[in-house]
């Protein structure tokens, strides 16, 4: 008995010791913290950047970095919450060996929140036509100017590089040009405020996406100067998440994309002999380089030593590339935050040409309760750009037998001995010291009021520029040498200043009742802006070494003045979007813009825009039929917008007081006020309005594998601004005025494909095809063409206009216009009378091109990836400088290798002979196409693995070329996009990248 008391205690001893140790191990189990980690990847395996993932029930949580690895601290229990914008959330259970790796899956194009005006909104809601740039294409060219990296890459929108110096500034168009005289340039929205300071000073690598609102609904919202388009920037700002740090590193070589191809020394001489024998009738010892008069007594000189120049090679560089940004962002569910620091260094590929650039950014949002939540955000740029740069025309254009330097090592003013092509560096060594600072803040307070669905947003913007340029030309620079008994030197100072600022305050409704769904929006928005300007000059100083700084002391041509503007809007703006069953869709704005630009009589203007979409793909008739179709949306929009993009105070009548009268035989020069041809306002000065109507069709087809959008629009501008000539009986010539109209048409075509989908291999493609065409509908009512101006009605707004040549005349042809020889160019005689005058010339052909088109690249295999970019412009009129012969060469200078022009013996030249003078004066055009490669990228992520093991959580590096060539039907020019065959060069630059997240 007792035995079996032991054995039935014994048993319940280890029963409830096994029962405690079980429980203890559960209870650890469900307790104990582990590191989880693991990728967050999207359905073609690549890594999704900044996935939040929660603890289900706590509050702490994380984010993904930049390869989507993330590591959080979870028990063996817990259930991780996945979250991502466009995609489904996931809700998965902790794995025990401490891995979890999620593939999140949805239709992240049709669920992709969007930046639209004041607001956001899924892709699959918008009634208005818009385009995204995300961060893969706003990282597919590897330069530190935002705007390059944009180049054809999104329908509609026209960037173009006219001086391709560092730092400078683009041309911006949407849709084309609407009007003649006034501001073509679209509206910058900067983190929600209005932004008129240079893209060129944004950091690229801060920008999370750009919105390109195109038609007349999706730019309502700003009415002031929306008819040409806004841009909506949005920065990036910080994420709920431990701290992330994060180094952008990109290091590079540049060189101009090409040179012109200028005649070398043997090919000269025999250019110069061909002048002199046509022209001047030279034979014999006449023609000799050395005993003859072909070419200048230094060129003789050197022609007899053997020396030559090549002058490109002095003017252009290898130029070298450093940009570097540190940021750190992170955040808790109350306050998040991201900070950066940026430098870049670049040096232009033309000697003394130079960008340096200091950027800080921070963005700080905060949430103090439910009900509010207020946000700011800084940025400070510092750029420095001075330098006096060669003159590349002078440089292009030298004889090569010119000398460059004399005996001492200056610098010869007059190679040639010729006046009018010096030497291209003969003031490169004057000091001149750039600087600009730009201050941008912007701030919000959002508040939920105690109404459900009711908020309250205010935005707060204020911009602050200065810059200040001095510039010294010393004694060891042509423009400030002695002059006889004058002192050298000469001095500049300018200084420049700019400030505004926006308040805003929107009141907003939104609420969903069954099927319906709507939202209202109502505006309050005042803005003003000042500018002003200092600027001090003179020449003659004792000594260089003060160089600006004692301009005080200049001896003579002492100059000083000054300048103010400012201007002011107010506005009001309502919009309603309603949706039902979120297949129909509706938009309704309405805004009040007052300007005082304008006169007393018209400072306000309403500009309404109604726009609304369906959802036909929804439809059960081709949801049912079509299983290939994923989604098809119908959008039709028209409304008004308006341009106010003219300088203040054209209503005011303007005195001028830069002329200084001299009253009397013995009387002192002084300054003067007068009314000038053009100083006359006009009150009645008011509002250019742009209609528009816009059909836009998007889709996605086979399970989101081939989408797109294509849109076609038609725009009427009305009450143009423009100058107006009237008879000079008046007192005046010239008045500011609302005449005229234009018309504005084109089509926009964007498609994106997935072309391979494997688990280790994606091909992704995307083409942008855009078609614009603009004319002159009326000018100023009277049905007349207005000749001097270049503008004609029924024509495009830029055209050339100008005689038109038709080919070359020859030897033994029939010349049927008198005053003409062989070799000279045939004209288009319009008329037929025999004789070339104004009334035969024509328009040529409009200076914008028919139509755009790129082909973007990307692929990616494991963690290798690489893209390329190709851009293209078609079938633009141009300006043929090549042919110009005459003002290439003045008789004189350079001209380009094997250039096809007439001499007896060669009579089916296609440029026009050496001894044509060209009387008439007319130019040479040619309609120009060119591809670019603009960009190909290659890179390697390095497995997260070993990306641990050396201490950091993910590294990228790529290697680039940006503008690799250039296919074109024209050869001879620096920059594509520049009429000017010597502007400054498209450059070409090699690029490696470093990313490493921490």
């Known amino acids: 008995m007792i035995q079996k008391i032991h054995i039935w205690l014994r048993s319940w001893i280890m029963s409830a010791t096994l029962s405690v140790v079980a429980t203890n191990y559960v209870y650890s189990q469900a307790t104990d913290q582990i590191n989880v980690k693991g990728q967050v990847t999207n359905e073609a395996g690549e890594g999704l950047k900044g996935v939040s993932i929660m603890i289900k029930g706590a509050k702490n949580g994380v984010q993904t970095d930049a390869n989507g690895h993330y590591t959080i601290r979870a028990s063996r229990t817990a259930t991780l919450v996945f979250t991502y914008i466009g995609f489904n959330n996931q809700e998965i259970k902790v794995n025990p060996s401490g891995v979890n790796d999620v593939k999140l899956s949805g239709n992240n194009v049709l669920d992709q929140v969007v930046v639209v005006?004041?607001?956001?909104?899924?892709?699959?809601?918008?009634?208005?036509?818009?385009?995204?740039?995300?961060?893969?294409?706003?990282?597919?060219?590897?330069?530190?100017?935002?705007?390059?990296?944009?180049?054809?890459?999104?329908?509609?929108?026209?960037?173009?590089?006219?001086?391709?110096?560092?730092?400078?500034?683009?041309?911006?168009?949407?849709?084309?040009?609407?009007?003649?005289?006034?501001?073509?340039?679209?509206?910058?929205?900067?983190?929600?405020?209005?932004?008129?300071?240079?893209?060129?000073?944004?950091?690229?690598?801060?920008?999370?996406?750009?919105?390109?609102?195109?038609?007349?609904?999706?730019?309502?919202?700003?009415?002031?100067?929306?008819?040409?388009?806004?841009?909506?920037?949005?920065?990036?700002?910080?994420?709920?998440?431990?701290?992330?740090?994060?180094?952008?590193?990109?290091?590079?070589?540049?060189?101009?994309?090409?040179?012109?191809?200028?005649?070398?020394?043997?090919?000269?001489?025999?250019?110069?002999?061909?002048?002199?024998?046509?022209?001047?009738?030279?034979?014999?010892?006449?023609?000799?380089?050395?005993?003859?008069?072909?070419?200048?007594?230094?060129?003789?000189?050197?022609?007899?030593?053997?020396?030559?120049?090549?002058?490109?090679?002095?003017?252009?560089?290898?130029?070298?590339?450093?940009d570097h940004q540190l940021s750190i962002s992170g955040g808790t569910e109350n306050t998040k935050y991201m900070a950066a620091l940026a430098a870049l260094d670049q040096e232009g590929v033309v000697y003394n040409s130079k960008l340096s650039r200091l950027n800080i950014t921070t963005n700080v949002d905060q949430t103090f309760n439910k009900w509010l939540t207020t946000g700011v955000g800084l940025q400070y740029t510092r750029k420095s750009d001075g330098g006096i740069t060669p003159n590349l025309e002078h440089a292009i254009k030298q004889s090569p037998y010119g000398s460059y330097k004399d005996e001492s090592g200056k610098y010869v003013p007059e190679p040639m001995e010729y006046s009018l092509i010096v030497n291209p560096m003969r003031n490169v060594n004057a000091i001149q010291d750039r600087y600009n600072n730009n201050f941008f803040l912007s701030g919000y307070a959002?508040?939920?009021?105690?109404?459900?669905?009711?908020?309250?947003?205010?935005?707060?913007?204020?911009?602050?520029?200065?810059?200040?340029?001095?510039?010294?030309?010393?004694?060891?620079?042509?423009?400030?040498?002695?002059?006889?008994?004058?002192?050298?030197?000469?001095?500049?100072?300018?200084?420049?200043?700019?400030?505004?600022?926006?308040?805003?305050?929107?009141?907003?409704?939104?609420?969903?009742?069954?099927?319906?769904?709507?939202?209202?929006?109502?505006?309050?928005?005042?803005?003003?802006?000042?500018?002003?300007?200092?600027?001090?000059?003179?020449?003659?100083?004792?000594?260089?070494?003060?160089?600006?700084?004692?301009?005080?002391?200049?001896?003579?041509?002492?100059?000083?003045?000054?300048?103010?503007?400012?201007?002011?809007?107010?506005?009001?703006?309502?919009?309603?979007?309603?949706?039902?069953?979120?297949k129909y869709l509706l938009t309704l704005t309405g805004r009040t813009d007052g300007a005082s630009v304008f006169g007393i009589n018209?400072?306000?203007a309403f500009f309404p825009v109604a726009a609304a979409a369906w959802q036909i793909g929804e439809e059960r008739f081709l949801k049912d039929n079509a299983k290939w179709l994923d989604m098809l949306k119908i959008r039709l929009s028209y409304g008004a917008n308006g341009n106010q993009a003219i300088t203040p105070y054209r209503t005011l009548d303007r005195l001028y007081s830069?002329?200084?009268?001299?009253?009397?035989?013995?009387?002192?020069?002084?300054?003067?006020?007068?009314?000038?041809?053009?100083?006359?306002?006009?009150?009645?000065?008011?509002?250019?309005?742009?209609?528009?109507?816009?059909?836009?069709?998007?889709?996605?087809?086979?399970?989101?594998?081939?989408?797109?959008?294509?849109?076609?629009?038609?725009?009427?501008?009305?009450?143009?601004?423009?100058?107006?000539?009237?008879?000079?009986?008046?007192?005046?010539?010239?008045?500011?005025?609302?005449?005229?109209?234009?018309?504005?048409?084109?089509?926009?075509?964007?498609?994106?494909?997935?072309?391979?989908?494997?688990?280790?291999?994606?091909?992704?493609?995307?083409?942008?095809?855009?078609?614009?065409?603009?004319?002159?509908?009326?000018?100023?009512?009277?049905?007349?063409?207005?000749?001097?101006?270049?503008?004609?009605?029924?024509?495009?707004?830029?055209?050339?206009?100008?005689?038109?040549?038709?080919?070359?005349?020859?030897?033994?042809?029939?010349?049927?216009?008198?005053?003409?020889?062989?070799?000279?160019?045939?004209?288009?005689?319009?008329?037929?009378?025999?004789?070339?005058?104004?009334?035969?010339?024509?328009?040529i052909g409009s200076k914008n091109p028919r139509y755009t088109a790129s082909?973007?690249?990307?692929?990616?295999y494991k963690n290798f990836y690489a893209s390329a970019l190709v851009t293209g412009v078609f079938d633009v009129w141009r300006d043929d400088h090549m042919a110009n012969l005459g003002a290439w060469t003045f008789g004189i200078t350079n001209y380009v290798h094997d250039a096809n022009y007439w001499t007896p013996e060669n009579p089916n030249a296609t440029i026009v002979s050496p001894g044509y003078l060209n009387p008439l004066g007319h130019g040479y055009y040619k309609k120009v196409s060119y591809v670019q490669v603009k960009n190909i990228t290659f890179g390697y992520k390095l497995p997260h693995k070993i990306a641990k093991k050396i201490g950091v959580n993910g590294i990228d590096i790529n290697a680039s070329v940006n503008n690799l060539n250039t296919i074109s039907n024209i050869r001879e020019v620096l920059n594509y996009d520049n009429t000017w065959m010597a502007s400054y060069p498209t450059a070409r630059s090699y690029m490696f990248g470093l990313n490493v997240n921490f």
Do not use: C
């Open 117 to 322: 005006g004041y607001g956001t909104a899924k892709k699959k809601d918008l009634t208005g036509g818009l385009a995204v740039v995300g961060k893969e294409q706003l990282s597919m060219v590897s330069t530190s100017n935002l705007m390059d990296r944009l180049v054809g890459q999104v329908a509609g929108f026209s960037i173009t590089t006219g001086e391709a110096a560092p730092g400078a500034s683009q041309t911006l168009l949407i849709r084309g040009e609407n009007s003649i005289s006034a501001n073509n340039s679209p509206l910058i929205i900067l983190d929600g405020i209005p932004y008129s300071g240079s893209l060129a000073d944004i950091d690229p690598n801060n920008v999370e996406n750009l919105s390109i609102l195109k038609d007349a609904s999706a730019s309502a919202i700003y009415g002031s100067r929306a008819a040409n388009g806004v841009i909506l920037i949005q920065t990036k700002r910080g994420a709920l998440g431990r701290a992330q740090v994060n180094y952008k590193g990109l290091i590079g070589m540049a060189e101009p994309m090409q040179r012109i191809n200028v005649m070398g020394p043997n090919e000269y001489i025999r250019f110069q002999q061909d002048i002199a024998r046509i022209r001047q009738g030279y034979t014999g010892a006449l023609l000799d380089p050395i005993a003859g008069d072909i070419i200048s007594v230094t060129e003789r000189g050197n022609y007899a030593k053997g020396i030559t120049n090549n002058w490109q090679d002095y003017v252009f560089r290898k130029a070298m590339t450093m």
């Open 446 to 582: 959002n508040i939920l009021l105690p109404v459900e669905g009711l908020s309250l947003r205010s935005n707060f913007g204020y911009n602050y520029r200065n810059g200040f340029t001095g510039t010294y030309y010393g004694r060891n620079t042509f423009e400030g040498r002695d002059q006889g008994t004058q002192a050298g030197g000469s001095a500049s100072i300018n200084n420049s200043n700019y400030n505004d600022y926006t308040w805003e305050n929107l009141l907003k409704y939104e609420r969903q009742i069954g099927d319906h769904r709507f939202d209202v929006t109502g505006l309050f928005s005042m803005q003003k802006t000042k500018s002003w300007s200092t600027a001090q000059s003179g020449a003659g100083f004792v000594t260089d070494d003060t160089e600006y700084f004692m301009i005080g002391s200049a001896s003579r041509l002492v100059s000083n003045s000054a300048s103010l503007s400012e201007s002011a809007m107010l506005s009001y703006m309502g919009r309603i979007n309603y949706a039902y069953k979120g």
């Open 602 to 604: 018209n400072k306000y």
């Open 658 to 843: 830069n002329v200084k009268y001299i009253w009397g035989d013995d009387g002192t020069a002084v300054t003067t006020a007068y009314l000038a041809g053009d100083g006359v306002g006009n009150p009645n000065l008011k509002w250019e309005t742009t209609y528009s109507t816009n059909l836009g069709l998007d889709f996605q087809l086979f399970n989101n594998r081939l989408g797109g959008t294509i849109d076609a629009y038609l725009s009427k501008t009305k009450d143009l601004l423009m100058t107006r000539t009237v008879p000079i009986m008046n007192g005046y010539n010239r008045i500011w005025d609302n005449i005229g109209a234009t018309q504005n048409k084109g089509i926009e075509v964007t498609l994106n494909s997935a072309n391979v989908k494997g688990e280790n291999f994606q091909w992704n493609t995307t083409a942008v095809f855009s078609l614009n065409r603009d004319k002159i509908v009326e000018l100023r009512g009277d049905g007349i063409d207005d000749i001097a101006n270049n503008w004609f009605i029924g024509q495009p707004l830029r055209v050339f206009y100008d005689y038109k040549m038709i080919g070359v005349w020859q030897n033994g042809e029939t010349i049927t216009v008198d005053g003409a020889a062989p070799g000279a160019a045939k004209l288009y005689d319009r008329d037929g009378n025999g004789k070339i005058e104004a009334s035969d010339r024509v328009v």
């Open 855 to 860: 082909l973007a690249n990307r692929f990616s």
